[in-house]
């Protein structure tokens, strides 16, 4: 609605196509907020004063503006030309904002795809070594139950064969080129 001040715009009765143009602007924004997210939805009492007719809103402006004047946060005698300003600035600053928040959301979300791909490596990782471990116990097992045994050719008259467990001995120096031994506490590396 035209005017030079806001008194003058909120005095100024409206027209049927502001009114019809109003209406047209509040369906759009009905639509929109239908689309938007739950937790960034507006507010319930909001949305009923989204909903009022342009008339009826300009009135509840005209009461608040007296509540803001009866607290001293707005002046009538400069057409609340200070409140103006203010909202304006607001505004301006308002995009800046979002541009702001959209850039760290796009750093968040870079952040959330490397520690998922991290991740995942990683349990790549621990299944590659658990696999590796099992394969070397396994491995050690079927070793040591051929090793185990060992066939004494002694045996009674009737030619009976006894069997007899076997130890292995493993040097230090040999478990730590295999990976088996990390450190002995006290030696060095080449001890």
Not at 103 to 124: C, G, I, M, P
Request: glycine share 4%; hydrophobic share 30%; net charge positive.
């Amino acid at each position: 609605q035209p005017g030079e001040t806001l008194p003058e715009i909120l005095e100024t009765p409206a027209t049927a196509a502001q009114e019809s143009e109003h209406t047209r602007i509040v369906e759009r924004r009905a639509v929109q907020d239908a689309q938007t997210p739950e937790g960034l939805k507006s507010s319930p009492a909001l949305l009923e004063d989204i909903q009022l007719p342009l008339e009826q809103k300009k009135r509840k402006i005209i009461r608040n503006l007296r509540n803001l004047e009866q607290a001293g946060l707005a002046t009538a005698s400069n057409k609340y030309q200070d409140l103006i300003n203010e909202i304006s600035k607001d505004i301006r600053y308002q995009r800046r904002y979002r541009q702001r928040r959209k850039a760290e959301l796009v750093k968040l979300q870079q952040t959330l795809t490397a520690l998922n791909s991290k991740t995942a490596f990683y349990q790549d990782q621990m299944n590659y070594y658990d696999a590796y471990i099992k394969t070397c116990l396994d491995n050690l097992n079927r070793k040591n139950s051929r090793r185990s045994i060992k066939l004494d050719g002694k045996g009674d008259d009737k030619g009976s064969k006894k069997w007899k467990p076997q130890s292995l001995k493993y040097t230090a120096a040999k478990l730590h080129e295999k990976g088996v031994i990390l450190e002995v506490e006290g030696l060095q590396t080449n001890q």
